[in-house]
């Protein structure tokens, strides 16, 4: 399984991004999925995570109503738009995916199976 992330970058405070990520392999694409962020000097935290056919999402009090998470089994691919950018969402991000038979949606950094590679957002002005 590889998960290929796109997107990302430097934008201005109240700026908006979308990140991607495409999968690959077998029978990936029905698998609980999130997207995480590392901020400078701190731990990975969950940001969104939505459920295997994409009807249930979960995101983090901070990015509520800001972020959206999304995904297109037809595709193989996930993507977070994140909207209204702050300062304090300048992280590291990565999409993860948990290869289980039974979790439908998975919010514990620790229980995801498959990572990207990561991309850098930048917001600063």
């Known amino acids: 399984v590889q998960l290929v992330q796109s997107g990302g970058g430097l934008v201005q405070p109240g700026g908006s991004l979308r990140l991607s990520c495409s999968l690959s392999g077998r029978n990936v694409a029905t698998f609980p999925m999130g997207w995480f962020r590392q901020p400078p000097m701190k731990a990975t935290d969950i940001v969104a995570a939505i459920n295997r056919n994409g009807s249930t999402t979960y995101y983090a009090e901070s990015v509520k109503g800001r972020f959206t998470i999304s995904r297109d089994n037809a595709k193989n691919s996930a993507y977070l738009q994140m909207n209204n950018l702050k300062p304090e969402d300048t992280a590291v991000y990565y999409c993860?995916?948990?290869?289980?038979?039974?979790?439908?949606?998975?919010?514990?950094?620790?229980?995801?199976?498959?990572w990207g590679q990561g991309t850098q957002v930048t917001v600063s002005s």
């Open positions: 993860g995916l948990d290869w289980s038979p039974i979790a439908d949606i998975t919010t514990a950094v620790f229980e995801y199976d498959y």
